[in-house]
């Protein structure tokens, strides 16, 4: 039996398997050095777009969460309320741009007629602008690491939704640079204790106890289960700062 073509049937592995070639591939100096020096600038290029459209948007939230989620899960429907909460009491609210939580938290922020910003990535799946953002407000990007950085540049606050590998690569930048004091201490705030239950007993039972953590480093995060807790922390925040919203 002839041995069947995987890239037929399974995209994801064409694109790897080139991946893995052009990174194994020789390359002279010059091929390197042009390749790479071009790409600094297109990086320049996303951190001062991003700067100059969010510099202007006044105090944010930030919501993460899985882009799988489709609209009849609770999750999705518990995003939106959050963000138009958050909106009401004047914060613009900002996510990946996609479907799913993303699509969610700037449906919420639409429907209160706040504002929604959007940082789209370029992915070869599952990846699209939701219909929700304000045009003006709507940005893409090709690098993971810049987007992060608009993340948390602009961000006042945190709610993190159930999601997969984004997510917690969202949540633990954000962990670490307050962890680190690199960013002031927002609020960041989960969503779900039965789904964030077992990686918070993690945290405790292992990075804890083996002192890779300390014992403050878990209060970083508040754990809510219902919209309106979620959104009374991040109140919390503003009232005990003064924070100059986006009334």
Sequence with gaps: MNERDESLVNPEFDINETKLHNSLKQKNWDETITKDSWMVFKVMAEFVDGYEKLAKIGPCVSIFGSARLQPESKYYQMAVDIAEKITNIGFGIITGGGPGIMEAGNK????????????????????????????????????FFVRKVMF????????????GFGTLDELTEALTLIQTKKIGRFPIVLVGSEFWGGLLDWFRTTLLKDGMISEGDLDLYRVVDTADDAVAHIKAFYDKYSVNVNF
Excluded: C, R, T, W
């Excluded at 948390?152 to 999601?163: E, L």
């Design 108 to 143: 919420g922020a639409f429907n209160s007629k706040g504002k929604s910003i959007g940082l789209n990535i370029d992915l070869p799946f599952e990846q699209h602008f939701n219909p929700y953002i304000n045009k003006s407000y709507s940005m893409n990007f090709d690098y």
């Design 152 to 163: 948390v540049k602009y961000s006042q606050g945190f709610i993190v939704m159930p999601g």
